[in-house]
T-cell receptor, first 109, second 112 residues
């Protein structure tokens, strides 16, 4: 089993839709969680950190479920510009961050 | 904002050459990382460093070495480049353990 797993997609949604991605992790001692966005042929860019109580940034909401060992990202009112690959990242107590392979999202007009 | 700068966006080298990829960060971060990213395989950690002159192997260190002589600079070295090292190389840096990593623009390296 991979340490961090994501559905690769692609998710094809119309503009204005709400879409959610999950990311499961295997290390129950994981302490830090993040979502990154990566555009084609570009570097991953931090979208948001994920806090225990859940957090929101505009149209984006991130949540952590420690009991079931997954994090989620919800995007409301999808825009064409949201089309990208979304990577989750998980870190335990050590120095290494484990990245998921990414979920591809296509938002269509 | 954190700035991580990689020396080249695109690089073409020949098999057997020694290749240097440079990475500089401006946030006084202790931790720096080198990854490669290939289609279908995601990000794979090559080497990382948690302090000057300190280095640790990642998941795929074979064929690579690194150098960290100054805190702001972390270099990746391909000792004798091979075609299977054609890839996108990404450098990242991070402050303390609760902070996220920040990536450079990436170097798309082709070995012919």
């Amino acid at each position: 089993r991979k340490e961090v797993e994501q559905d690769p997609g692609p998710f094809n949604v119309p503009e204005g839709a709400t879409v959610a991605f999950n990311c499961t992790y295997s290390n129950s001692a994981s302490q830090s969680f993040f979502w990154y966005r990566q555009d084609c042929r570009k570097e991953p860019k931090l979208l948001m950190s994920v806090y225990s109580s859940g957090n929101e940034d505009g149209r984006f909401t991130a949540q952590l479920n420690r009991a079931s060992q997954y994090i989620s990202l919800l995007i409301r009112d999808s825009k064409l510009s949201d089309s990208a690959t979304y990577l989750c990242a998980v870190r335990g107590g050590g120095l290494k961050t484990i990245f998921g392979a990414g979920t591809r999202l296509f938002v269509k007009a | 904002d954190v700035k991580v700068t990689q020396s080249s966006r695109y690089l073409v080298k020949r098999t057997g050459e020694k290749v240097f990829l440079e990475c500089v960060q401006d946030m006084d971060h202790e931790n720096m990382f080198w990854y490669r990213q290939d289609p279908g395989l995601g990000l794979r950690l090559i080497y990382f460093s948690y302090d000057v002159k300190m280095k640790e192997k990642g998941d795929i260190p074979e064929g690579y070495s690194v150098s960290r002589e100054k805190k702001e600079r972390f270099s990746l070295i391909l000792e004798s480049a091979s075609t299977n090292q054609t890839s996108m190389y990404l450098c990242a840096s991070r402050g303390d353990n609760n902070q996220p990593q920040h990536f450079g623009d990436g170097t798309r390296l082709s070995i012919l």
